[in-house]
Structures are given as structure tokens and as C-alpha cells.
């Protein structure tokens, strides 16, 4: 099936740094999503965004839909060890379609 | 609110036998539910997408008869993966759509790690 591409594949940080990660599609989505995933969990939900341009917080998270429709981007600010994890993107065509998940982008904070 | 369990969280079993899985919507109704696989350091994949009361529907490339799914109740739905091989050790996550919400949002399961010998 189709995934979007994200990247970086994987960051090596340190406490304290922020963190810059996105998402590209080659075709448009209607919403974009970001969730974490830990070890040996399920994903959780950490922003929706609903409007091209949106920009979205959720404490140190913020997250942006871009203007075409076709990109969404995820800052983490002053990172933590407990965001620690992977980070995944997902889109979404319509209301009620199907999600479309990115590759992944691999987290881990060094003291 | 808007919580997902799963059972059971890992299972092993041998190869020729089945495996059941079970989805719960614990707090809210999901007329729909979604199931899909994990293989390690990878990304989730759609299986299929599980209706109440009606027919699941299948991602392309997946076995409807190897991974038969029922959605009987607004809070259950299951997996069974028949006859499973090596091959179909994943971890199987489900996820919830909540008829109430207007965003449409899925919520996911913990998951369940299936070993197959």
C-alpha cells in the first residue's frame, strides 16, 4: 500500500534540543495527523490538523498542514528523554476514509 | 474517554493453528474498526476495515479467507488469522472510529504480538 515519505528516518539528540521532523505525499490529503508510538504499544493520537496552513500546538508539539495540501511538518521544542519513540505521520483524503501512514521518523534523547 | 483494548496482548502459537484477536471500544460505539500490521522497525499497513454488521473490506494483497474479521457488536471486533505460518508473526493493532465524533479520529489498541513456531 501507499506511505508517505518522512524524514529523518531516525535523530540522535540531546536533552534540551529541539526537533524537527515532515512529511511529504505525492497525492493531497484533507487532514493530517501525528501520532508517537512506543515500544511494544499502539500509536497515539498527539495533533490533528484540519485546515491547510492550520498550525497546531499541543504543548511542546506544534505542527503545521502545508499550503498544498501534500506536506505536514512536526516540531517537538526542548526535548525530553520521555520523547523518546517513533513518530508517525498519517493523512487522510476524506472524513470518513482510510488512514494513509508515513514511514516513521525514529526519536531518541541522550542525557 | 475514547479508550481501545486488545486481546490478548501476545500470543504464541504453533504453525497449522488459529489465532483469535479481539478489539474493544471500551467508552464510546465504532460503527467502524480497523485492522493492521506492524513488522519491526516498520510502519503500520492497512489489513482491512471492519463494519458493524456487514462484510469487511479488505485491503488489496491481504487474504479475507486467511484473516477472517467479524464486527458483531458496536464495541467488539475481531481477528482470527486461520491456519497461520512463521510468516504472520507481526504485532496486529486495531483501531476505532467514535460515531459521536465530528473529527472522525481513530483511536488505536495497544496491539497484540503474534509468534508463530
Known amino acids: 500500500g501507499q506511505q508517505l515519505n518522512q524524514s529523518p528516518q531516525s535523530m540522535f539528540i540531546q536533552e534540551g534540543e529541539d526537533v524537527s521532523m515532515n512529511c511529504t505525499s505525492s497525492?493531497?490529503?484533507?487532514?493530517w495527523l501525528w501520532y508517537k508510538q512506543e515500544p511494544g504499544e499502539g500509536p497515539v493520537l498527539l495533533i490533528a490538523l484540519y485546515k491547510a496552513g492550520e498550525l497546531t500546538s499541543n504543548g511542546r508539539l506544534t505542527a503545521q498542514f502545508g499550503i498544498t495540501r501534500k506536506d505536514s511538518f512536526l516540531n517537538i521544542s526542548a526535548s525530553i528523554p520521555s520523547d523518546v519513540g517513533i513518530y508517525f505521520c498519517a493523512g487522510r483524503a476524506g472524513t470518513a476514509s482510510k488512514l494513509t501512514f508515513g514511514t516513521g521518523t525514529r526519536l531518541q534523547v541522550t542525557l | 474517554g475514547a479508550v481501545v483494548s486488545q486481546h490478548p496482548s501476545w500470543v504464541i502459537c504453533k504453525s497449522g493453528t488459529s489465532v483469535k484477536i479481539e478489539c474493544r471500544s471500551l467508552?464510546?460505539?465504532?460503527?467502524?474498526m480497523f485492522w493492521y500490521r506492524q513488522f519491526p522497525k516498520q510502519s503500520l499497513m492497512l489489513m482491512a476495515t471492519s463494519n458493524e454488521g456487514s462484510k469487511a473490506t479488505y485491503e488489496q494483497g491481504v487474504e479475507k479467507d486467511k484473516f477472517l474479521i467479524n464486527h458483531a457488536s458496536l464495541t467488539l471486533s475481531t481477528l482470527t488469522v486461520t491456519s497461520a505460518h512463521p510468516e504472520d508473526s507481526s504485532f496486529y493493532i486495531c483501531s476505532a472510529r467514535d460515531t459521536r465524533s465530528v473529527s472522525y479520529e481513530q483511536y488505536f489498541g495497544p496491539g497484540t504480538r503474534l509468534t508463530v513456531t
Open positions: 467508552d464510546f460505539q465504532a460503527t467502524t
Open positions: 497525492s493531497i490529503f484533507n487532514t
